[in-house]
């Protein structure tokens, strides 16, 4: 049976391992996605010293576990907010760096997600240390 479609469904070469190998591959590629946004993502790099300021300020500050579960998780919430807006911004600029109104409407959106997250980390821990 032919396939008549224009798009394309052919899944990538890269798919297809299973179990365990799937696991470590899947590992391997996270470290070298980490690797990567810290090499070359500034706001990542700076979110990176941050959390590493504010979640060990977490069990100093002794708050109720739910309390640091909410400190921390608004802490790693904005570093995948900024890691996923890294990666628009790397497809957007793979497809082409010629400036397009589609191609700022998406890195804005992005860089919206990231502040949102921020905020949500500053309206979290506000509330808690002086709500």
């Given at each position: 049976?032919?396939?008549?479609?224009?798009?394309?469904?052919?899944?990538?070469?890269?798919?297809?391992?299973?179990?365990?190998?799937?696991?470590?591959?899947?590992?391997?590629?996270?470290?070298?996605?980490?690797?990567?946004?810290?090499?070359?993502?500034?706001?990542?790099?700076?979110?990176?010293?941050?959390?590493?300021?504010?979640?060990?300020?977490?069990?100093?500050l002794e708050p109720e576990a739910v309390h640091r579960?909410?400190?921390?998780?608004?802490?790693?919430?904005?570093?995948?907010?900024?890691?996923?807006?890294?990666?628009?911004?790397?497809?957007?600029?793979?497809?082409?760096?010629?400036?397009?109104?589609?191609?700022?409407?998406?890195?804005?959106?992005?860089?919206?997600?990231?502040?949102l997250a921020l905020v949500n980390l500053a309206v979290v821990w506000g509330l808690i240390l002086?709500?």
């Amino acid at each position: 049976m032919q396939n008549n479609s224009p798009i394309s469904h052919q899944e990538s070469p890269f798919k297809g391992k299973t179990g365990l190998r799937r696991l470590l591959n899947a590992f391997g590629y996270s470290m070298d996605g980490f690797k990567a946004a810290y090499t070359h993502e500034d706001a990542f790099r700076q979110e990176v010293w941050l959390s590493l300021v504010l979640i060990p300020l977490t069990f100093y500050l002794e708050p109720e576990a739910v309390h640091r579960i909410l400190m921390v998780g608004s802490v790693l919430l904005v570093m995948i907010v900024e890691l996923l807006n890294s990666a628009v911004e790397a497809v957007v600029d793979r497809v082409s760096i010629e400036r397009h109104a589609l191609a700022k409407r998406a890195k804005d959106i992005g860089s919206a997600a990231v502040l949102l997250a921020l905020v949500n980390l500053a309206v979290v821990w506000g509330l808690i240390l002086f709500g």
